[in-house]
């Protein structure tokens, strides 16, 4: 049977890394897969392999008219609406004393105004299609603090907590919603790659980051997917408001 019969998924900041292979795991399982991204190039070429069982649509998440219509054009082209995965989200290395305003606005309008809007405008959505489940990708790093990523921190702590929010909400309204925050450790993805050529002290960028994980190396992106799998099926029926860890133990 496959896990995902025929619910339609949207996936923000799909064209790449957890959120191309959740993507491609959501059409293996026999969902529907929007690959939603700004990055217009790759997220077409990944609709395209993908078929008939997924569609591109350009996105900026920090843009509330681009999210209306991306799930506009979404329940009119697939007759409904029952996942939603946040995953756009940018990365960078900050402390308090040398971000800029400007800084810390563009993370934190991506990662965590970009995840509100999200949330805000696919539940009339679902309400339509019978109820859904939303899945938030905060981070490691939105459950304790790093010395080297301000911004992030506080853009990935905002996520966590405004899933809890959801969830109650949703819950509270009996709107059939449910709605978990995942929290990856590194992943090989093209948004950690820059990292894996830094050196740290005498040891390379890739040496630095495995060593943070008890297993003692980096995750893959489709392990991060699974978990997502899980959270968007109906496996996940009695689970909402939580926050589901992915990171080789690193917070053990
Ligand atoms: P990635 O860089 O491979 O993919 C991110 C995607 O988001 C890209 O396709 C990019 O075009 C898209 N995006 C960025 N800004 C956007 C915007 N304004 N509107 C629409 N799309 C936008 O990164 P990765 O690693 O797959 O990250 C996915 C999520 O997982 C992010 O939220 C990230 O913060 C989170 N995460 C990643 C970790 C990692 O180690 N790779 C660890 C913990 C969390």
């Not at 795991?25 to 991204?37: N, P, T």
């Not at 489709?222 to 408001?241: C, Q, W």
Request: hydrophobic share 40%.
């Amino acid at each position: 049977m496959p896990r995902l019969d025929d619910k339609v998924v949207l996936v923000s900041g799909g064209a790449s890394g957890i959120g191309a292979a959740t993507a491609r795991l959501v059409v293996r399982e026999g969902g529907k897969s929007v690959v939603a991204d700004r990055d217009e190039e790759k997220g077409r070429a990944l609709a395209d392999e993908l078929g008939a069982s997924a569609l591109f649509l350009p996105l900026d998440v920090t843009r509330e008219a681009a999210w209306q219509k991306a799930i506009a054009v979404t329940a009119e082209t697939f007759g409904g609406l029952h996942g939603l995965l946040n995953a756009a989200g940018i990365g960078t290395r900050t402390d308090i004393e040398s971000c800029t305003l400007e800084d810390y606005r563009r993370v934190n309008d991506i990662n965590a105004l970009g995840t509100f809007l999200g949330c805000k405008t696919v539940i009339p959505a679902m309400k339509q299609s019978g109820g859904g489940s939303i899945v938030n990708i905060s981070s490691v790093l939105g459950l304790r603090g790093a010395s080297y990523a301000l911004a992030y921190c506080a853009s990935k702590g905002a996520v966590r907590l405004l899933t809890k929010h959801v969830a109650l909400h949703c819950a509270q309204m009996k709107y059939n919603i449910r709605c978990n925050s995942v929290h990856p450790g590194y992943i090989d993805t093209p948004m950690v790659a820059p990292r894996l050529t830094q050196n740290v002290g005498n040891m390379s960028g890739r040496q630095w980051l495995e060593e943070l994980h008890p297993l003692g190396r980096l995750g893959e992106a489709g392990e991060v997917a699974n978990m997502i799998l899980f959270l968007l099926s109906d496996e996940a029926s009695f689970s909402t408001g939580s926050e589901f860890i992915c990171d080789g133990g690193l917070t053990a």
